[in-house]
């Protein structure tokens, strides 16, 4: 029995502190498939950050947004998603690293959910002319 994962796309994967992530939330349908397969009931988007290396790790998860699944199993949301203005930027160096995605998960009853993540990138105020240092994706 296959179970949809969402897809995500990201107008931007690059933002400022205090700015937003924005993009779409897509799921295929399930027309066709056997009728008896438990379907979806909905989709949670959110921005998360977490740290790896050296020294204490840190992790946080925004609140997300909901995204109800269609009759047929489809979906097609659009989201928003707001980067705290005190939260750390993306940083890849060699003793430490804070790496920021957005993860769609499915709601499935009593089953594992399905996920998907995309890696962005949150740059200080004052954008791609301040960011130095390495971050986890090529230059926009």
Do not use: C
Not at 67 to 85: A, C, E, K, Q, W
Request: net charge negative; aromatic share 8%.
């Amino acid at each position: 029995m296959t179970v949809a994962t969402p897809t995500l796309e990201v107008d931007d994967y690059f933002v400022e502190l205090g700015a937003r992530f924005e993009g779409r939330v897509l799921l295929p349908g399930t027309e066709g498939l056997d009728p008896t397969v438990e379907r979806i009931r909905e989709v949670r988007v959110a921005l998360r950050y977490g740290t790896e290396g050296r020294g204490d790790s840190d992790s946080w998860l925004g609140p997300p947004q909901v995204f109800d699944v269609n009759v047929d199993g489809s979906l097609h949301g659009r989201f928003t998603l707001d980067v705290p203005s005190e939260a750390p930027i993306s940083y890849d160096g060699s003793l430490f690293r804070v790496r920021w995605e957005i993860e769609a998960r499915t709601d499935l009853k009593m089953r594992l959910d399905k996920k998907s993540t995309v890696d962005v990138v949150v740059l200080p105020v004052g954008g791609h002319g301040l960011y130095l240092q390495p971050h986890p994706l090529p230059g926009p």
